[in-house]
């Protein structure tokens, strides 16, 4: 499903009628809303809430790389690209915006264009930790040994982001099949991020790729703060059996 209509801003946007009662709400309060759904692994309720941050503020920067992020977690790697053009017309050679079109031609298998763009990410004076989270993705793609160091880096350069920034170390290792390192910082993750049901649930899948007992408790613990959710509904599921045949086995 193409998402364009949802990611309108400056004169062509649509501004959503406001019911009678309802308070008019800025930038910031979409902001916010759209990093709650994120934390909860609904990537299409964050892209709703960072579209409508921009309709406040088309000038908005957090609106426009949350947007190519929620488009990247969505598969939609196509327009996250031309999102992300769209964004650095706004912000020329924004770091973060270069790094994140890395990853989305990374994700996109076009690893020689992804592999240029982080090099000039990389390359600026300010440099963030996305930048260098974004670096790990285009080296572990292609195998490189020195991939860790850029997670190291993206750690040791959060700052107050620390939280999702582990998060996002631990999704990314888990992902590439690091299991024991993923393992650390998804559970610094939920130590942190105690009520995000994506930190719990990606939690939970890495202890179950690696076999642990409490892999089923972890997921239980995400469908509880997103009830109903159905990725982690059916780690659940898939975690429930593979502890039935392990039983049932070492009988």
């Known amino acids: 499903m193409k998402r364009f209509s949802k990611l309108e801003f400056g004169d062509n946007a649509r501004k959503r009628k406001i019911s009678p009662g309802e308070a008019a709400h800025d930038q910031d309060y979409f902001h916010d809303q759209a990093l709650r759904y994120w934390l909860a692994g609904d990537f299409e309720g964050a892209l709703r809430n960072y579209s409508r941050a921009l309709e406040q503020n088309s000038a908005f920067y957090a609106g426009w ?8 977690e969505l598969g939609e790697y196509a327009e996250a690209n031309v999102w992300a053009d769209k964004a650095l017309e706004l912000f020329p050679e924004h770091p973060e915006l270069l790094a994140v079109k890395a990853v989305a031609l990374a994700r996109d298998g076009k690893m020689e ?47 107050n982001d620390i939280a999702i920034i582990r998060l996002e170390a631990g999704r990314l290792l888990n ?24 930190a719990w649930y990606e939690l939970g899948c890495c202890q179950a790729k690696l076999g642990r007992a409490e892999a089923a408790v972890t997921l239980e613990q995400s469908l509880k703060l997103r009830p109903g959710w159905r990725l ?20």
């Not at 790389?65 to 990247?72: A, E, H, P, R, S």
């Not at 292609?142 to 160091?149: G, L, V, Y």
């Open 113 to 159: 264009k992804a592999l240029a763009y982080s090099d000039n990410s990389i390359s600026r004076d300010n440099v963030t930790a996305r930048c260098w989270l974004a670096r790990a993705e285009v080296l572990l793609n292609r195998k490189s040994e020195i991939a860790e160091s850029c997670i190291d880096k993206a750690v040791s350069q959060a700052g």
């Open 65 to 72: 790389l949350g947007q190519v992020l929620c488009l990247i």
């Open 175 to 198: 992902k590439k099949g690091n299991l024991s390192q993923a393992l650390q910082y998804l559970q610094q993750a939920v130590e942190q991020s105690g009520k995000s049901a994506l």
């Open 232 to 251: 982690a509904r059916d780690a659940l599921n898939r975690s429930r059996n593979r502890g039935f045949w392990r039983r049932l086995f070492g009988r």
